[in-house]
């Protein structure tokens, strides 16, 4: 890592630009070298996340480990796979249940420093509607499923893929052509990019 992205990604670990709308307070959570090609772009960490402190250390994770094709080793490997989230921190919880949306301070603060030293990256997964939406804006569609259908829009620098959530159980089995269709590409140019 040189010099000046360990000071950033020091600085981001360090942020307290919410400190005051987070309940359990800021962990900013974020993992990278300048050296990865992939870059995983995903919402706000959850409670689990938070305690532990390493990104995707969930069920979600799991799933998206298995949608990459790719160990928990490689997963975690910086010097190949970078993850930022949206929000780096964990927002609360709605009444009825659910995260809050992520933090929206923290993308406009951190990811464009973040990713102009990614100098060697080559693909983002923008995990879920929040990324889509902040990193395609006007190229997205009217649904978060629409802007995944037209994934090969995007690619081979971006690939939009739904959130791996335990709501996505649902989703997948009322959009089979994710499976059939984005996956096998998706792990094909991780396997070339790690």
Known sequence: MSKSFEQLVKDIRACQICADHL???PRPIVRGTDDAR???IGQAPGTRVHESGIPWDDKSGE???QWLNVSPELFYDESRIAIMPMGFCYPGRVEKGGDLPPRPECAPQWHG???DH???LELTLLVGSYAQNYYLADKTTKTMTDTVRAWRDYMPSVLPTPHPSWRS???LKKNPWFEA???PELQS???QLT
């Open 189 to 191: 140019r991780v396997a």
């Open 113 to 115: 420093p973040f990713r």
């Open 181 to 183: 269709e984005v996956l």
């Open 23 to 25: 309940p359990l307070g």
């Open 118 to 120: 990614l100098k060697r």
């Open 63 to 65: 799933r998206l480990r």
């Open 169 to 171: 159980a649902m989703w």
């Open 38 to 40: 992939i870059l995983i």
